[in-house]
């Protein structure tokens, strides 16, 4: 049964940085692809960044720039460092991985205080 544990969220100051990690276990095949999404209040869940078996990453536009997204396939684990956090980050945090289908985590809270 897969498995997805994510840590490190968090209250920061605005300015600051959090790493979040996403934990995958029970996988047998390979993972292909890894993301992170988020959904702030009223609002719809969204694409953060993702990152392919190749190391092919995609960001969303909002956070270019300050937030890098990598995985250890030896440890099958995904990790989103948030470096020059903003208010308007704050939202559950999500990771997503695809192994043949889509398995989601259970989210983890990002809160950035102004």
């Known amino acids: 049964q897969v498995q997805l544990v994510e840590s490190g969220g968090g209250l920061v100051q605005a300015g600051g940085s959090l790493r979040l990690s996403c934990a995958a276990s029970?996988?047998?095949?390979?993972?292909?692809?890894m993301g992170w999404y988020r959904q702030a209040p009223l609002k719809q869940r969204e694409l953060v960044a993702t990152?392919?078996?190749?190391?092919?990453?995609l960001y969303a536009d909002s956070v270019k720039g300050r937030f890098t997204i990598s995985r250890d396939n030896a440890k099958n684990t995904v990790y989103l460092q948030m470096n020059s956090l903003k208010p308007e980050d704050t939202a559950l945090y999500y990771c997503?991985?695809?192994?043949?289908?889509?398995?989601w985590g259970q989210g983890t809270q990002v809160t950035v205080s102004s």
């Open positions: 997503k991985i695809v192994v043949g289908r889509d398995y």
């Open positions: 990152i392919t078996s190749g190391g092919n990453t």
């Open positions: 029970g996988i047998i095949f390979r993972i292909s692809a």
